[in-house]
């Protein structure tokens, strides 16, 4: 049986908040931040990483901002930012 959309959207942040919380688990502080600004959907948390191209991806995909994908020094990765838009 297929759930109403609407339910399905209510859900969501239920979800998003259960993933949150193997993020707590990663060692590394860049990691642990992108993990939890991704999962929480929470963009400030982006801030707190160190590494500029690690921030910038974190910012792009959380903002949904495209732009913040050529900020990435790093080629490949600017690039594999980019293919997510």
């Not at 959309?5 to 919380?21: E, K, N, Q, T, Y």
């Amino acid at each position: 049986m297929r759930l109403p959309l609407i339910l399905l959207l209510c859900l969501l942040p239920v979800l998003a908040g259960a993933d949150a919380s193997r993020c707590h688990a990663i060692k590394d502080a860049d990691k642990r931040n992108h993990c939890l600004a991704t999962a929480k959907h929470q963009p400030s948390r982006c801030h707190a990483i160190r590494d500029a191209d690690s921030r910038n991806q974190c910012l792009a995909t959380t903002q949904k901002h495209k732009s913040r994908c050529h900020s990435i020094r790093d080629r490949d990765e600017r690039n594999r930012c980019l293919a997510r838009f």
